[in-house]
């Protein structure tokens, strides 16, 4: 295994055999970039699958949390196996949410996340608590055959699903190109797509979160940092008129 962690090591070839319940032919792993753990796509004689070692050791965490998903009928990769810190999921081939959202400006991307983390707060729903995803930012979404499909759940506990909903938007207004009109047309549609989900009107009850998580990304973007605070601020006001 290299010094940087950036290689499978024995463990996770290990969870890698334990997944597939076989012997396996693997090419050599593919490093995908990750903001935080290591995360391989391996092609096998069986299937393509991702492996992810779990640097915050919360890869049970993850494991379970995929699993209530599937059981609820959420679209996520089916969780394979779990070794130490490292997972084993299926590889959902599709185009990623991020790039839908801020470069092709995808309106089905928008509403298919919304839907998502409607579903996702709805049915992972325990005794009057809500399951949250707390990374919820497009980058975590693919699209595959019209479906979106969730992923890298290791950061999910019980919590405020409005602040889910104020990270999701704010993390696609706080993109490049930042504050367009068609971004918040975007976001709005999102927000409109999580309320059919839920039966619930956030459009006007969200801002207040999506201003917060505005401000908090804003201190890690210097050079962007007074136009998101001022927009921030504006949106606790009031959306824009778009018409």
């Known amino acids: 295994m290299s010094e940087d962690g950036t290689e499978l090591d024995s463990l996770g070839w290990e969870a890698l055999k334990k997944a597939l319940n076989q012997r396996v032919v693997a090419s050599v792993p593919k ?7 290591r995360v391989w796509l391996v092609e ?6 991702i492996v992810k070692r779990s640097l915050s050791g919360r890869c ?6 995929l699993l209530q998903a599937r059981r609820a009928g959420l679209d996520v990769p089916y969780p394979l196996a779990k070794e130490g810190d490292y997972l084993v999921t299926e590889f959902i081939p599709g ?3 991020d790039v839908l959202i801020n470069r092709m400006f995808d309106y089905g991307a ?10 996702f707060h709805r049915r992972l729903a325990l005794e009057g608590r809500s399951r949250t995803m707390v990374d919820v930012v497009p980058s975590n979404f693919v699209m595959s055959d019209g479906r979106v499909f969730g992923f890298d759940l290791e950061d999910s506990t019980y919590g405020d699903p409005m602040d889910d909903v ?4 704010s993390s696609m207004l706080g993109a490049e190109p930042y504050f ?7 976001c709005l549609r999102m927000l409109r797509s999580y309320g059919k989900a839920t039966g619930t009107d956030v459009v006007q009850s969200s801002r207040p979160f999506v201003s917060k998580h505005l ?8 050079l962007f940092r007074r136009t998101i605070v001022k927009a921030a601020r504006a949106i606790e006001k009031g959306w824009p008129d778009l018409v």
């Open 31 to 37: 490093l995908i970039p990750s903001r935080v753990n």
């Open 44 to 49: 096998t004689d069986v299937r393509p699958v």
């Open 60 to 65: 049970a965490v993850e494991f379970e949390t």
């Open 95 to 97: 185009e990623s949410c």
């Open 110 to 119: 928008a509403e298919g996340i919304g839907e998502w983390l409607g579903l």
């Open 166 to 169: 104020g990270r999701l938007a």
């Open 180 to 186: 367009t009109p068609i971004k918040f047309d975007l």
């Open 215 to 222: 401000q908090i990304d804003a201190r890690q973007k210097p």
